[in-house]
């Protein structure tokens, strides 16, 4: 005797339960011959995978415990790992790996029906695959590339079914919280600049997400979990607890350099609690070295604030330079959430505060990030007045600064480069209120 067991529904519910059976229909047919059975399973899988079911293929790295019939269930369920060994990282940098992501997993788990753990982006139908995600990412763009060719007039009804359909497909890609409410399920369409750029930055966040977990996925290893959070970054950390480098970032942050690292004024009472030295291989050393020497150039430790969901990608592959959807068309380019008065840069300052407003993103906070980078400035381009639609530096020069001063836009210097190359991130720092 053969079984097929089916089992289908919203997977928001089935996450909002917590049960196999939380808002799924669940089926099963018998066979008694295991060609009948492979005909039929052929046969509802095609029909599930129709225009007008609207179910599309998933590629998950494992399937969730959620799903399946109860003898799946319970042998996935009854996996469990051997007892772990305990951590020799240092406390403060457990702390720290364990805060970040817990920062990029909460952001996500807003707007994805998954949760983040050491093992990737759980969502309720498994463990999502890189590949998922970019998938989902090439519908964004294919969306873009809609919306783009009828910018300047209102969407005719076969573009809005074009807009309808690359939404469906979205959504059954990357499952999201979409809500139940029409107003809820409005508000969740995908249809302007400014939507998709946020979904992009979204789907990013989940791209450096699964690139650090799934490298260790399915390793046999006694590490405990915080180690192989920590393993799965890629990057090593050390607490800096005296010495030349910490007077270097007291400086930095507008000390002397001769008093007590403990009379560190910041703004707004802000405190450093740690510094950590980063490193994150040869790669980007070396392509720092050659662009300083070709540079010929100041190379200043600078400051660069980030929203904490951020930096676990930061700190994973380095930092991204912007990429939006026709970000060339001026008349177009989406709005970014951390408007860029330079264009589609890096950003970095000298000022303490520049930096922690952008780290806390405008709002209070109890505990924040924050990175010390080395960067080769070059010939560096001033400017009074903003200068949103750049994406590289001036002919004749390597990189550009918003000066402060009376009649300009800045109250702050800020530099910015085009080229990744021009930076190597030095330190974490971390900050609390």
Known sequence: MYRIWTQHGRTDELAATGKKKGGCVCETRYMSELGDAEILYEDILE??????????????????????????????????????????????????????????????????????TSRGIETPLGLLSLDQILAGERVLFDLDSVLHEHECRSLDAVTKRKVEALNSEFYS???????????????????????????????????????????????????????????ATGAKLERVENGVALREIFTTLGGSGTGPVTQLRLPNGAKLAN??????????????????????????????????????????????????????????????SDFGYLGAGLYFTASPAVCLKYATAGRPASRAVAFAARVALGSVKRFRQV?????????????????????SDWTEDEYAIYNTSQQQLEYLLEFTW
């Open 387 to 407: 200068s949103p639609w750049l994406t590289a530096a001036p002919d004749g020069h390597d990189s550009c600064m918003g000066v402060a001063g009376a009649g």
């Open 275 to 336: 510094v950590f030295k980063v490193s994150r291989g040869d790669r980007e050393r070396n392509a720092f070295r050659e662009a300083s020497r070709r540079l010929c150039g100041e190379t200043p430790l600078l400051l660069h604030g980030s929203r904490s969901a951020n930096c676990l990608g930061i700190l994973s592959r380095g930092m991204l330079l912007p990429t939006l959807p026709h970000s060339a068309d001026k008349a177009r380019a989406p709005a970014r």
């Open 173 to 231: 890609l990357i499952p999201a919280v979409l809500g139940k409410t029409k107003r809820e399920v409005m508000t969740a369409v995908i249809d302007s600049p400014q939507a998709i750029q946020e979904k992009l930055e979204l789907l990013q966040m989940m791209k450096d997400i699964s690139k650090v977990t799934t490298a260790s996925f399915g390793q046999q290893t006694h590490q405990s979990e915080i180690d192989r959070m920590y393993s």
């Open 47 to 116: 029909s599930k995978l129709s225009e007008d079911k609207g179910y599309r293929r998933v590629d998950v790295v494992s399937a969730s415990p959620l799903i399946g019939s109860k003898p799946r269930t319970t042998t996935t369920e009854g996996d469990a790992d051997e007892a772990a060994e305990p951590s020799t990282l240092h406390p403060a940098v457990q702390s720290i790996v364990r805060f970040l992501f817990e920062e990029a997993s909460e952001i996500i788990m807003k707007s994805v029906a998954a949760k983040v």
